[in-house]
């Protein structure tokens, strides 16, 4: 499928509805393949309603902001700027506290974010504005985290930054709302460094989730709307 939202809110209600109603029973989870959209306003990124009783934190997605700009993948980097480790991140890390799926990380690998930016100032129409996050020679180093995205592609068109996000994994309720936070932020950032102005978020997930043993307590927060 592929569609059109004007924000990350209402991209993430009509994916959580339509998980809930058309997804199948996969792996513990409820999903939706090959889901494909795109976000017309990628600035209104916060998934903040009042009507939901949710947990999402907008202070920690811009501690997590921080931590990836930082280019610095241990978690204890981002102990420091929120003032606690979630537990998910001390679960994912290695022995010695390093992630693999600190995006920021990754962009910074290969100077790979330098270049992007480079070749989109110096060559607007490029299809090589790229940036790979799953590489498959490090395998053997993703027992306990491996990337949820395979890598970020740029385009630049009528003079905005189009940003395109390719997925193999990702959970509706906490993943998305965090990665399309992060994302778009890199796209704001990138479109700040060549000076185009931001176009349009597109996200493309393999496989779109939402775990069963959540969701009796996320159905009870969303029926509070």
């Not at 059109?4 to 199948?24: C, P, S």
């Not at 997590?64 to 280019?71: A, D, H, K, P, T």
Request: glycine share 4%; hydrophobic share 35%.
């Amino acid at each position: 499928m592929h569609d059109t939202f004007k924000n990350a809110n209402d991209a993430f209600h009509d994916l959580y509805w339509r998980i809930v109603r058309d997804g199948v029973d996969f792996a513990g989870t409820k999903a939706l393949f090959n889901v494909g959209f795109e976000i017309q306003h990628p600035a209104a990124n916060a998934i903040v309603d009042s009507k939901i009783k949710r947990n999402w934190s907008l202070e920690y997605a811009n501690a997590e902001w921080r931590w990836y700009l930082s280019g610095d993948r241990n978690i204890a980097k981002l102990g420091e700027l929120y003032g606690k480790v979630p537990a998910i991140w001390e679960r994912m890390a290695d022995d010695n506290g390093n992630v693999n799926s600190n995006y920021g990380w990754q962009w910074q690998r290969n100077q790979q974010l330098d270049n992007v930016i480079k070749l989109l100032k110096t060559l607007p129409e490029t299809r090589q504005a790229a940036i790979s996050i799953y590489d498959a020679k490090e395998y053997d180093k993703y027992a306990y985290d491996t990337p949820c995205t395979y890598a970020v592609q740029f385009t630049v068109l009528d003079d905005k930054l189009n940003m395109s996000v390719v997925m193999r994994s990702n959970d509706l309720w906490y993943g998305f709302c965090n990665d399309q936070y992060q994302f778009s932020n890199l796209q704001m950032l990138v479109a700040n460094e060549t000076g185009y102005d931001v176009g349009t978020y597109y996200h493309f997930a393999h496989n779109m989730h939402l775990y069963n043993d959540k969701l009796p307590e996320q159905e009870e927060m969303m029926y509070h709307l």
